[in-house]
T-cell receptor, first 111, second 112 residues
Framework: GQQLNQSPQSMFIQEGEDVSMNCTSS?????WLWYKQDPGEGPVLLIA?????ELTSNGRLTAQFGITRKDSFLNISASIPSDVGIYFC???????????FGTGTSLTVIP | ETGVTQTPRHLVMGMTNKKSLKCEQH?????MYWYKQSAKKPLELMFV???????ENNSVPSRFSPECPNSSHLFLHLHTLQPEDSALYLC???????????FGPGTRLLVL
């Protein structure tokens, strides 16, 4: 199946720092989603992107749909301890097709 | 957020046991999914149901048996599992098949 590569695999940052992570695929996607998973919980949808070049914010989170349609980026500004968790990207090639998930970026915020 | 609920949250079972996982969604969605999440691996799609009909079985062993009695409920029946089946089992739902999915909290399964 389609594989999505997320980087970095893990991050350790100081509280207050900004965070950047990305997700790349070998094929074109028409939808990108970003989820966050807290320990012991299921993934929660953060941001959905539907158009190449789209930039969407949700509070301190900003995600971008890459113009090549083969990548997406998630930025978190001024990180806080509750940002800790695993961030997953998911991509869909066409409406009605399966979503594929990345392996996740584990974020640790040091107070 | 109680849109998608799963029970039990934790389950320990022996290899000869039979158990069932339950998922319920209160979002008015028509599609439901089972995923397996193992450490350091991407989410693995197991089954998809759309309007109560199974539309995808991702080569899942027969020791996992899904059941979808209506659009709001989804079960995963477990029988003679193996230790490598230990994982977090996530249920998700979406308005229709392959639209944005909303996940439950998962059932952490340990097979001894």
């Amino acid at each position: 199946g389609q594989q999505l590569n997320q980087s970095p695999q893990s991050m350790f940052i100081q509280e207050g720092e900004d965070v950047s992570m990305n997700c790349t695929s070998s094929s074109i996607f028409n939808t990108w989603l970003w989820y966050k998973q807290d320990p012991g919980e299921g993934p929660v949808l953060l941001i959905a992107l539907y158009k190449a070049g789209e930039l969407t914010s949700n509070g301190r989170l900003t995600a971008q749909f890459g113009i090549t349609r083969k990548d997406s980026f998630l930025n978190i500004s001024a990180s806080i301890p509750s940002d800790v968790g695993i961030y997953f990207c998911a991509g869909q090639a066409n409406t009605g097709n399966q979503f594929y998930f990345g392996t996740g970026t584990s974020l640790t915020v040091i107070p | 957020e109680t849109g998608v609920t799963q029970t039990p949250r934790h389950l320990v079972m022996g290899m000869t046991n039979k158990k069932s996982l339950k998922c319920e969604q209160h979002l008015g969605h028509n599609a439901m999914y089972w995923y397996k999440q193992s450490a350091k691996k991407p989410l693995e799609l197991m089954f998809v149901y759309n309007f109560k009909e199974q539309t995808e079985n991702n080569s899942v062993p027969s020791r996992f048996s899904p059941e979808c009695p209506n659009s709001s409920h989804l079960f995963l029946h477990l029988h003679t599992l193996q230790p490598e089946d230990s994982a977090l089992y996530l249920c998700a739902s979406s308005l229709t098949s392959q639209e944005t999915q909303y996940f439950g909290p998962g059932t952490r399964l340990l097979v001894l």
